[in-house]
């Protein structure tokens, strides 16, 4: 599973990538399986029998302790190298002043955020975890008070397209709050 130009990507034919992903609990594995077994681009497949990467080993050595206690056909062993992408995070902003309070602007915005069943990761910074359909990001807000009214700033940082998909649903429910306030 070697791959002789990671720059070149995608739809290689004859390139073949290992993926291991790390999750923290069962909903994670399971979205993960999920998106794998829907894959409609090329051929995912789970390896068979055992597999294990050797790091630091001899591999002649390894390799000929296992084909002494199974059938060489059964033995495979590939050369991994990691692959180098371009794939970026993306991060919008969504803004919006409301005529009212910044207590009920925060309690106003922490609603929205329990309708998107937001994970919070840090209460001082205002720092949630949001997972949907779309995908997973990061979300944080900002208020900013003066006299007459309170701006909104919320920030979603994630890989595409949860990022836009969280936009669109912050930036309706801060104008239709915005709109009831006015």
């Known amino acids: 599973m070697s791959n002789t130009d990671p ?15 790390d999750y923290e609990d069962d909903a994670e594995r399971k ?40 059938p060489e056909e059964q033995v495979q062993s590939y050369r ?18 409301i005529d009212a309070p910044a207590d009920a602007v925060e309690t106003f915005v922490e609603y929205i955020f329990s309708k998107r069943k937001a994970v919070l990761q840090s209460a001082p910074h205002n720092e949630y975890e949001v ?4 995908g997973r990001a990061d979300v944080t807000y900002r208020l900013d008070a003066d006299d007459e009214s309170t701006d909104v700033t919320v920030t ?12 669109n649903f912050f930036e309706t429910e801060l104008k239709a709050y915005a709109d009831s306030q006015s």
Request: charged residues 25%; aromatic residues 8%.
């Open 80 to 97: 991994l190298e990691p692959v180098e992408t371009d794939v970026a995070p993306e991060t919008l902003t969504v803004e919006q002043s």
């Open 31 to 70: 979205r993960i399986e999920y998106l794998f077994n829907n894959w409609d681009d090329g051929e995912i497949a789970k390896p068979s029998g055992l597999v294990r990467v050797g790091q630091s080993v001899s591999h002649d050595e390894l390799y000929q302790d296992l084909v002494a206690k199974v």
């Open 7 to 21: 720059s070149s990507d995608e739809t290689s034919t004859d390139t073949e990538y290992l993926f291991v992903v």
């Open 131 to 134: 997972y949907t359909k779309k």
């Open 156 to 167: 979603i940082t994630g890989h595409a397209p949860a990022p836009g998909f969280l936009a």
